[in-house]
């Protein structure tokens, strides 16, 4: 079992910049890919970026490639997302989710495990 609850969410001007954390219960995170996804209002949930067991492999939307990373810090249980020229269609809140499946990281529904999510705002 893993519990998940992100931080890190709020209003940002566009082309600022944000971290997002994920802090993780268990003692078992490292074995587990980590993503990020978001969702809007009317949407539905979209992959945002994900990083593999021990970070040996990260995966990025083309919305999000170039200006975001994935790092995670097996010893603080903890995993970010840093997002940079931030737009206002950036804004969403913000799921990270936990899976052991090796299959396809973009599909929410192989992800076992998730959080309630934090809310980005980006203003124009």
């Known amino acids: 079992q893993v519990q998940l609850v992100e931080s890190g969410g709020g209003l940002v001007q566009a082309g600022g910049s944000l971290r997002l954390s994920c802090a993780a219960s268990g003692r078992t995170f490292s074995y587990y890919t980590m993503a990020w996804f978001r969702q809007s209002p009317g949407k539905e949930r979209e992959f945002v970026a994900a990083?593999?067991?021990?970070?040996?492999?990260?995966y990025y939307a083309d919305s999000a490639k170039d200006r975001s990373t994935i790092p995670r810090d097996d010893a603080k249980n903890t995993m970010y997302l840093q997002m940079n020229i931030l737009k206002p269609e950036d804004t969403a809140v913000y799921y990270c989710?936990?899976?052991?499946?090796?299959?396809?990281?973009?599909?929410?529904?192989?992800?076992?495990?998730w959080g309630q999510g934090t809310q980005v705002t980006v203003s124009s």
């Open positions: 989710a936990a899976t052991l499946s090796s299959l396809d990281y973009t599909r929410p529904g192989l992800y076992n495990y």
């Open positions: 990083i593999t067991r021990s970070g040996r492999s990260t």
